[in-house]
């Protein structure tokens, strides 16, 4: 007899508020769909939570408590490794193996053909990268470059001291 099928659980929506913004970049690094915009204020974030369902993340106290219950998590650490540590283990992220998003406007990444992208990246990188994505919103170009080995320890990192 076969067993029940359980759906995954989705992952979180989030959204950061004007002082997380290098841990929105990190969550998206992560893959996890994350709203940050620096000239957003309490008001427009709040909104945007309760339409998109996203919980907020926010280091204002006063903005955490104007939210409904569950609705958003007071980040009280200040170094942003420390959120970043703080936020997967309180969602319980570690089990999520997510595509990047795009550090900068937040969208979705798909690999691109290298011949399209020639004038776009410098000279050394095209020749020297095979494989290449490109946000679909901003259209930033992404390669694995010499940091990528650095961004997958700490993500790495992260999970582990997490979990």
């Known amino acids: 007899m076969p067993l029940p099928h359980h759906p995954m659980p989705l992952p979180p929506l989030f959204a950061c508020d004007v002082m997380l913004g290098r841990t929105a970049r990190w969550l998206r690094m992560l893959g996890f769909d994350t709203f940050y915009n ?6 427009v974030l709040k909104q945007l939570c309760l339409k998109e369902h996203r919980v907020l993340l926010t280091k204002d106290v006063a903005l955490h408590k104007s939210m409904p219950v ?3 998590r007071l980040v009280e650490a200040i170094y942003p490794r420390r959120q970043l540590e703080d936020i997967v283990a309180a969602f319980q ?8 998003r795009c550090s ?6 798909a690999q691109i053909d290298k011949a399209l992208i020639k004038d776009l990246v410098p000279p050394y990188v095209f020749r020297t990268q095979t494989i290449f994505q490109r946000c679909q919103s901003c259209q930033k170009i992404y390669w694995p470059g010499t940091h990528l080995d650095k961004i997958n ?3 790495e990192n992260i999970r582990k001291v997490s979990g």
């Not at 992220?93 to 990047?100: H, T």
């Not at 900068?104 to 990444?109: I, K």
């Open 93 to 100: 992220l570690q089990g999520f193996a997510l595509p990047p």
């Open 153 to 155: 320890l700490f993500i």
């Open 70 to 72: 569950g609705g958003s």
């Open 104 to 109: 900068l406007c937040n969208g979705e990444l």
């Open 38 to 43: 620096n000239r957003a204020g309490d008001d």
